[in-house]
């Protein structure tokens, strides 16, 4: 009886595709990360050896990522993506690939994950005003808490970023504080002192509307408020002559009494009518 020693070799054949643990990968990448940077992806497994196992990676074909392959020290396969162009979350918030793992076999065989891309956002937008100008007409002796106007300043960014909250600009001055009022969250602004035309009829209201994120630049834009004018004063007379008799004597024309009549209105509101009532030997004349 004799034993021989026999060493059979089975060759492989390529009879297993690469395959993903997932068949999604997601994958964050701030919007702020500069060309060059580079991410590690999940790799493909393939149970084949030699050249049947995986051998590469491909990627849709696009403007801003690309792979690149490398061999580690055990011969497995893995793929870095890797940035060509920035980002931009407000214009595309998410990349959507197809990731192939590609063996080297005859006939070569695929396996295939899809490639989630979702873009960070960054601090890189600030507020916008609709408008830089806003006028407003309110009349005079409007009640505090009469809205003067609803500001709307957007923001594309998202979170804390995009949120948007509301001031007056150091440029205002310690009377327009006095007069006007603006809800930071909201951007109402309203009355809260006393609204006189004869003491201005016009106020510059500077606003500027900042988001809540880290670094943030404030916009800025102007509200004209013009107050408009009511009959709310009297005329005013002020006497500079009078007489404290008048000679029986006295010719026409003799001057008795000087007086001025103003009023602080303006326009109708100011103009002014004087005429002396009952029947009295005295009539009015126009001294200038």
């Known amino acids: 009886l004799e034993f021989f020693r026999v060493e059979i070799e089975v060759l492989d054949i390529n009879d297993n595709t690469p395959a993903f643990p ?10 702020s990360a500069t060309p060059g940077t580079r991410f590690p992806l999940e790799s493909a497994y393939d149970p084949d ?8 990676y491909e990627i849709t074909t696009n403007n801003y990522f690309t792979l690149d392959v490398q061999t580690q020290g055990d011969g497995n396969k893995v793929a870095e993506l890797v940035l060509e162009k920035p980002l931009d979350r407000e ?3 998410t990349h959507r690939y197809v990731l192939t793992a590609v063996d080297g076999g005859v006939p070569k065989t695929t396996g295939t994950a899809l490639l989630s891309i979702k873009v960070l956002d960054s601090n890189d937008n600030v507020p916008v005003f609709d408008q830089s100008v806003y006028t407003v ?16 300043a957007t923001d594309r960014d998202e979170g804390q970023n995009g949120e948007v909250v509301y001031s007056f ?5 310690p009377r327009v504080r006095e007069i006007f009022g603006i809800d930071s969250r909201t951007g109402r602004m309203e009355i809260t002192g006393e609204l006189d035309y004869e003491e201005s009829s016009m106020y510059q209201v500077y606003v500027q509307a ?17 107050v408009l004018d009511l009959n709310d004063n009297p005329p005013e007379i002020t006497f500079s002559t009078v007489k404290d008799a008048v000679s029986e004597g006295a010719p026409p024309g003799t001057v008795v009494a ?5 009023d602080r209105d303006s326009e109708e509101n100011g103009q002014i009518h004087c005429e002396i009532l009952g029947d009295v030997p005295f009539r009015l004349k126009l001294s200038y």
């Open 169 to 173: 600009s150091s440029h205002n001055s």
């Open 49 to 56: 050896v030699g050249n049947n196992s995986l051998q590469t």
């Open 22 to 31: 997932e068949p999604e990968i997601q994958v964050e990448i701030s919007e």
């Open 137 to 152: 007409s309110l009349p005079e002796n409007s009640p505090a808490g009469t809205l003067v106007i609803q500001l709307n």
């Open 258 to 262: 000087l007086f001025s009549v103003t």
């Open 210 to 226: 900042k988001d809540m994120g880290p670094n943030a630049v404030p916009a800025h834009c102007k509200v004209l408020v013009k």
């Open 91 to 93: 214009q595309q918030a």
